[in-house]
């Protein structure tokens, strides 16, 4: 048998056994991720079709799937989707500025042993591509934060009925805040983990600190970290913004309606 | 002149409302100064000083550097080709003329002549532009007319890294204030240990890579769990979680490629060899996963703490209950985290793989088997670090109440 259907056997027996119902969704909505992913992937072989837009609505699908289905429908789940999305849709333009000014797009010399074989004029958009890989491998994070922060919004002004919306919106940053230690160290571990043979690489090579910082594979590492942080410290203001307004507004609906 | 597109706002006149506007924001500057303490307003000022000498060093530091760097001074588009490959990929190609200045060394100032070939995917060439500094050889022997030639060799990029990072400091900092501090300190200190002990791993070669691992891990979980979180039982009893967590995790997994004789993991694709490709694959995982249970374990240990101090004589029983409502509703969200990060990084060998007609299958299971296990060994991680957490926190919990 395969590691991976082991390992996949494993996690789906320890989801259902831990998380019962909601484990196995969540397991499933992995698949479903997957599923967008690949299709993604498929579309983008197309050098009519556009990466950014591709990935916009990609990453739409992908927080739809991780927030409604595996929370529900209701109104933290729907802040929280539409704070995802407009973070997604802001951080990757910068993402696609700096991609292209940093020149990190492709592969790099380093990389390109093994795929000597290959053509490398397949006619897409590797900029474009590029930037969509940096996105992708953020957005966990960044609906996991809105996620976080919306659901225990809901609750303060559950138990605190008269609260301001100035001062759910601070409450709302405050979470936040406690959270964005922990969620950038989760990020931060996992690339490093995956940029391991990296570093090991660099250090057995004997590359000079110019030649490191300089090289396209350690510049394009390094922006994946950094904007993957940026996004997780930018999610946080709008989706506290985003959820008190819409908190407090249902509310004041509600009063009227009385 | 554009007092038509900024007609005045109300009964104020476009000046007037500039001036309160102004005003306004020079009193709400001015109070922000009042209330902050001299050591804030000595950090803002030493932070300011730091970024604009770091920006001023990276435009200036053409001495640093050993190999020549030009910076493109006109750039002339020679010829362009299309071009169709084997797999019918349509791309166009072209060849660059650039005239670059020297930015060190002796023949600091002189001009060099150089060729780019670039394509338009850009896969692994780029257009280069006037302004654009680039690293060159230059050529020995000198052409016809006197003129400097080189190759171009790579790009200076240390500029664009520094400006993302001020940016990511600054992001931080503004939403975070202390704890944005903090989680850069210890993203800081993560880097210089992981480096240090890859250090050591590298000069004794008879310590295992997995052995240095397992102690850097350690080191990182109390080391980040303490700046985050500071010393109380909360944090102890995350540490305790996640240091159990991982190693279960690996494990599992250890046990499982032992169980398959790692059947379907695709070591050859693995980039950056220069060792063992299995060790350094675990010690990956290790460190990989470590992030997330850390995460989940401090989750568990301070939403158990919240409840118990709300009310101190919460039964243990109530606690189980909310403590794993917690679980669930956290296990989805971070092991799409892990997911991510992983798989994607592979999506443009994917593209490449695929556009060069390799076969679906093959492409998949080659590219994307290590970092599936990756994050199936990292999601499991996540899913046991939930209970660990959980009764870790209980008992932690149970020994505080014995005392008191």
């Known amino acids: 048998m395969n590691v991976l259907v082991w390992l996949a056997g494993i996690l789906f027996l320890l989801m259902t056994l831990v998380g019962g119902k909601k484990g196995a969704r969540s397991f499933i909505a992995i698949f479903l991720n997957f599923a967008v992913l690949f299709l993604t992937i498929f579309i983008m072989l197309d050098p009519n079709a556009d990466p950014i837009i591709l990935t916009i609505i990609a990453s739409t699908a992908i927080s739809c799937i991780t927030l409604f289905y595996i929370n529900g429908v209701n109104i933290t789940t729907k802040t929280a989707f539409l704070s995802t999305v407009i973070t997604i849709v802001t951080l990757l333009f910068f993402i696609v500025i700096i991609t292209e000014t940093a020149m990190i797009q492709g592969f790099s010399e380093e990389e390109i042993g093994e795929l000597y074989i290959f053509s490398f004029y397949i006619g897409v958009d590797f900029v474009k591509i590029g930037a969509a890989m940096i996105i992708m491998s953020t957005i966990g994070a960044i609906t996991d934060i809105a996620i976080s922060i919306a659901s225990p919004m809901r609750e303060i002004l559950i138990h605190n009925p008269s609260i301001s919306r100035k001062e759910l919106f601070e409450s709302g940053i405050n979470i936040g805040r406690d959270i964005l230690g922990t969620n950038t160290n989760t990020l931060f571990f996992a690339f490093f983990g995956g940029y391991l043979a990296l570093l090991i690489w660099f250090k057995d090579l004997a590359y000079s600190f110019g030649e490191i910082v300089n090289s396209k594979v350690f510049s394009e590492e390094m922006i994946t970290i950094l904007c993957a942080g940026i996004g997780i410290a930018m999610i946080i203001p709008l989706t506290s913004s985003i959820t008190a307004y819409f908190l407090v507004r249902t509310r004041e609906k509600e009063e009227m309606s009385k | ?404």
């Not at chain 2, 362009?80 to 100032?109: C, F, H, P, V």
């Not at chain 2, 690293?135 to 993302?164: A, C, H, P």
């Not at chain 2, 296990?331 to 997911?339: A, C, E, K, W, Y």
């Not at chain 2, 899913?383 to 008191?404: E, H, Q, W």
């Open chain 2, 1 to 404: 002149m554009n007092d038509k597109q900024n007609q005045p706002m109300g009964s104020l006149t476009n000046t007037e409302f500039i001036r309160e506007i102004g005003g306004s924001f020079l009193k709400a500057i001015f109070r922000k100064f009042k209330n902050m303490t001299y050591i804030q307003i000595l950090s803002s000022l030493l932070l300011a000083i730091c970024f604009a000498g770091s920006v001023f060093f990276v435009h200036n530091n053409y001495s640093f550097y050993e190999r020549p760097i030009v910076e493109v001074i006109e750039t002339n588009l020679e010829d362009t080709t299309e071009i169709m490959d084997g797999n019918n990929n349509e791309d166009s190609l072209y060849t660059q003329r650039i005239i670059a200045e020297l930015k060190n060394g002796e023949e600091k100032g002189e001009i060099v002549h150089l060729m780019n070939e670039y394509s338009l995917s850009g896969a692994y060439d780029q257009e280069y532009q006037v302004g654009n500094e680039l690293f060159i050889s230059i050529d020995t022997n000198i052409g016809e007319n006197r003129e400097l030639t080189g190759t171009i060799t790579d790009v200076k990029r240390d500029k664009y890294v520094l400006i993302v990072a001020w940016i990511f400091i600054f992001t931080l900092l503004i939403v975070g204030k202390k704890q944005g501090l903090f989680s850069i300190i210890s993203l800081i200190v993560n880097v210089v240990l992981i480096s240090y002990a890859l250090d050591i791993y590298l000069h004794t070669s008879n310590i295992s890579l997995l052995w240095i691992c397992g102690i850097s891990v350690i080191l990182f979980t109390v080391i980040s769990l303490l700046l985050v979180n500071g010393f109380n039982e909360k944090t102890y009893a995350a540490i305790v979680a996640t240091l159990l967590g991982t190693f279960f995790s690996l494990l599992i997994t250890y046990l499982v490629m032992v169980i398959t004789s790692e059947q379907g993991l695709r070591y050859e694709e693995m980039g950056f060899l220069t060792r063992p490709p299995q060790v350094v694959f675990m010690a990956g995982l290790l460190i990989g996963s470590l992030g997330a249970v850390m995460d989940v374990a401090i989750t568990m240990s301070s939403s158990i703490f919240s409840l118990y101090e709300k009310n101190n004589d919460i039964p243990a029983k109530a606690l189980k209950t909310s403590g794993m409502e917690i679980g669930k509703d956290i296990m989805g969200t971070m092991t799409n985290i892990l997911f991510f990060a992983y798989v994607s990084g592979s999506i443009p060998t994917l593209i490449l793989y695929l556009k060069n007609g390799s076969p679906l299958s093959y492409t998949f299971s080659l590219n994307l088997s290590l970092e599936l296990a990756r994050a199936l060994a990292g999601g499991i991680g996540i899913v046991l670090a939930i209970p660990i957490g959980l009764y870790t926190a209980l008992f932690f919990v149970n020994r505080k109440r014995a005392r008191s």
